[in-house]
């Protein structure tokens, strides 16, 4: 299986040299005589190609690469006098604005031209792919040669290079495509604020919500009220002379309105943000919200340290729109909630025995707590068959991530074996059995010495020096890309808690 993937994927990738030429004559064409209308169809012919790569990488290599391109920009929208506006130019229609947005987005984005150039080594890892096949096949050829002596050793060579090398080529060639592929710490931040500009305009859009409705009940309730005392007391003033013993029982209807109103206040206050969750944090307003309750509802929590007051306040309102819902629809009678943290994440999972059937497609509150935790970079998931139980787990995955010193994580063994090797021997195979003997065999010296190539039948010398002068750059790349490559990975990940930051 890996002989033959490693012939599909050589031959596919000699292949990419029409591809290349064809690249190079539209960046020619486009930027060199100004046909720049070539430019955006062979980008995207390039990214298919890719975007197979990638695929084929994670279905056969298993090493999945995700996307690495820049979010595409979105259509252009006309201006108030109904023009379209494009840097300093005007356009009655929108059409040229999208062509430059969409030019600009191919061109500046960094991964459109790391995809050219793998396209462009594409056809070298295809040589190096192929290399163990074709000094395989010389192999059997030199066996079937008149020379006896010449192919038990030709035999043996066949199957170490075509049995043994091939899965580990297969492997530094998913490396290497994942090296140039793979997301940039540009493009990763990008998509992240693509997403978080969707979740504050739902944010927004659901404080303005929020403030339509703390207007109203203050309107409807407490100001009501408030109004009614007022008139209440000005009736006291006249009556004070008059007729003392209805003032002071309109005094008493003062004082209980004043009482209601004071109860009104402090509920709307507390579903603005409980005094108890500004105090004594996530654990301890979950625990009193669960005593209000009606229904029995036990609480664990394990936080070894607080999360900031946004990432608390969409936490605690999730879970009290939980109980709600599972009070109000799921028919339930007990409710767990269990609160965590999960390294820089916080974890909550709500578990009741109602009757199931939740749904987020309906458009019941689950909608609500994910436009919530989106603000956040949250996750919702919920699992809740007919007949129930119904749990809901929600991830805020770096609520936690500043309450931990970032520690960035050393180079792994494995890897520092492999930069070991290949700075300390890669000289081997490149220079004395590759360049050299390559030199000795152009001028055909016949003095052997120990450069091992000159030993085969004539037919493997040129293989297996070419080979030997692949596997020495090899072990010179791999030396110096697997620290970059580990650089890189610490930056990306360096890149994910400026998620949290940025949605503030």
Not at 341 to 346: M, N, S, T, V
Not at 405 to 431: T, Y
Not at 491 to 497: F, I, N
Request: proline share 7%.
């Amino acid at each position: 299986m890996a002989v033959g993937r490693a012939l599909t994927l050589g031959v596919m990738a000699l292949a990419d040299v029409v591809m290349v030429a064809l690249m190079l004559i539209g960046v020619v064409l486009a930027f060199g005589l100004g046909l720049v209308f070539l430019f955006p169809p062979l980008a995207q012919a390039m990214r298919c190609r890719t975007g197979q790569v990638r695929r084929l990488n994670a279905e056969w290599l298993g090493i999945g690469i995700p996307a690495p391109y820049l979010p595409e920009p979105l259509p252009v929208r006309p201006q108030p006098d109904g023009w379209y506006r494009h840097d300093r130019q005007l356009y009655k229609t929108g059409r040229w604005p999208d062509w430059n947005n969409r030019w600009q987005w191919l061109v500046g984005d960094t991964a459109t031209w790391r995809d050219g150039l793998w396209l462009f080594l594409s056809p070298l890892a295809g040589v190096f792919l192929l290399l163990p096949l074709a000094l395989a096949g010389c192999a059997v050829l030199a066996a079937g040669s008149q020379d006896s002596s010449a192919w038990p050793m030709a035999l043996g060579g066949a199957a170490v290079v075509a049995l043994a090398a091939t899965p580990y080529l297969l492997r530094g060639y998913a490396w290497w495509n994942l090296l140039l592929l793979s997301p940039t710490a540009e493009s990763v931040l990008s998509g992240q604020v693509q997403r978080l500009d969707q979740a504050r305009l739902a944010t927004v859009d659901s404080q303005a919500s929020e403030l339509r409705r703390i207007e109203r009940d203050l309107h409807d309730g407490a100001q009501a009220r408030l109004v009614a005392i007022g008139m209440t007391l000005g009736a006291v003033e006249e009556l004070m002379d008059k007729d003392p013993a209805a003032a002071k029982a309109l005094l008493a209807k003062s004082r209980e309105a004043s009482s209601t109103a004071l109860v009104e206040l402090r509920d709307l206050v507390k579903g603005i943000h409980p005094p108890v969750l500004a105090e004594r944090g996530l654990g301890d307003a979950v625990r009193a919200l669960a005593m209000d309750s009606s229904l029995k509802v036990a609480v664990t929590v394990e936080l070894d340290t607080r999360p900031d007051s946004p990432v608390e306040s969409a936490a605690y309102f999730s879970i009290s729109e939980l109980l709600t819902n599972a009070a109000r629809h799921g028919g339930a009678e007990r409710v767990w909630i269990d609160i965590s943290g999960h390294g820089h994440a916080l974890r909550v999972v709500v578990t009741d025995d109602g009757s199931g059937g939740a749904d987020p497609a309906r458009g019941s509150g689950l909608r609500g707590i994910e436009r919530r935790l989106a603000a956040f970079d949250g996750v919702l998931a919920v699992n809740s068959p007919q007949g129930g139980p119904t749990t809901v787990t929600f991830d805020l995955p770096y609520a936690l991530a500043e309450k931990y010193p970032a520690v960035k994580p050393p180079l792994p063994r494995g890897k520092m074996i492999i930069v070991g090797l290949g700075w300390g021997l890669g000289w081997l195979p490149l220079f004395p059995q590759g360049m050299v003997a390559a030199i000795m065999k152009i001028i055909d010296i016949e003095h052997r010495s120990w450069f091992l190539a000159l030993y085969l039948p004539g037919p493997l010398q040129w293989p297996l020096i070419v080979f030997n002068i692949m596997l020495g750059l090899s072990m010179y790349a791999a030396a110096m890309l697997v620290p970059l490559q580990h650089a890189r990975r610490i930056r990306l990940a360096e890149v994910a808690p400026a998620r949290l930051w940025l949605g503030r």
